[in-house]
């Protein structure tokens, strides 16, 4: 049977009380999440009521709600529909697919700019923040080519990456600590002078004061103590967040337990790595390489 007001309002109350409130300014996926959320409420309509009305589970709903997951197609312009929004969904929807930056990044950068300290490990291709402009743009027209990018994304991506390089060159420049898969440094993006000025801009900031690289050698094999590109953040009231992605977004991982371990894990690597001074040997016997290439 139908609830009766009291129930109805007790039973919003409830999920009132046990929901996790979400930041709309993290994310656009939490964005579109708390104005669903909000559309549905003054409809005082409930997870599972709507659902009804829209042919969609409760349970899909939350997820949507709570930024887990995005909505598809057909259900944002049925809630727009239903919950009288004037397409609100449905535009939030087209903000999120058409995003320059994947999903979780934006809040990352945030924390990155304000961070005292960044510890970073990547495989297969140099991190932003230690890009020459040349390297970035072969990397960014690769994906115009393939066609999962435009120019003006790209454009955007550019423009953004080199705000955040700025950083380093501040006064209250954070430490850095890097280390690089070797694959980062024998895959050509750009070609071979292209690759010249990266290694040897990767040699110039090594050389900074408040700046550690190493490079993890390709006969770890298996016992590379991590096997995902990985970022650790220190903050100025000192808590270390972790930041790492799929192809398809950014995940922030504030868990304490699970950031230790990934402390862990990178200060393994740190010493299963190559020293400074053998790592910078390696980078100039590749660039060598590259050097004798374009000869």
Not at 196 to 219: F, G, K, N, T, W
Not at 266 to 291: G, N, P, T
Request: glycine share 6%.
């Amino acid at each position: 049977g139908s609830l009766g007001t009291d129930e109805l309002a007790w039973v919003q109350l409830r999920s009132s009380m046990n929901r996790r409130e979400l930041d709309p300014a993290s994310s656009p996926s939490a964005a579109l999440g708390v104005q669903l959320r909000r559309s549905r409420e003054s409809r005082a309509l409930t997870q599972a009521q709507l659902g009804e009305l829209i042919r969609f589970s409760a349970s899909y709903i939350s997820r949507i709600e709570r930024g887990v997951e995005p909505p598809s197609r057909r259900l944002a312009q049925e809630a727009d529909r239903v919950l009288e929004t004037g397409g609100t969904i449905e535009l939030m929807l087209d903000q999120l697919e058409h995003s320059v930056l994947i999903e979780g990044f934006p809040e990352f950068a945030e924390h990155e700019s304000r961070a005292s300290a960044i510890r970073l490990f990547e495989i297969g291709v140099i991190p932003g923040l230690l890009q020459v402009q040349s390297y970035a743009e072969a990397y960014e027209m690769a994906a115009v080519r393939q066609g999962n990018s435009t120019p003006a994304q790209a454009a955007e991506r550019l423009t953004f990456l080199k705000s955040r390089q700025g950083r380093l060159a501040d006064a209250q420049s954070p430490s850095v600590q890097v280390v690089l898969d070797a694959t980062c440094l024998l895959r050509p993006i750009g070609g071979a002078e292209v690759m010249i000025e990266q290694l040897l801009h990767l040699e110039a900031m090594a050389s900074r004061p408040a700046v550690i690289l190493q490079v993890a050698p390709l006969d770890l094999g298996e016992d590379r103590p991590l096997n995902y590109p990985l970022v650790l953040l220190t903050l100025p009231d000192r808590r270390t967040i972790g930041y790492t992605e799929t192809l398809q977004r950014g995940y922030l991982e504030r868990d304490a337990e699970t950031v230790g371990r990934w402390v862990s894990s990178y200060d393994r690597l740190q010493v299963e790595a190559l020293s400074q001074r053998a790592s910078l040997a390696f980078i100039r016997r590749v660039r060598k390489d590259f050097e004798d290439h374009v000869r």
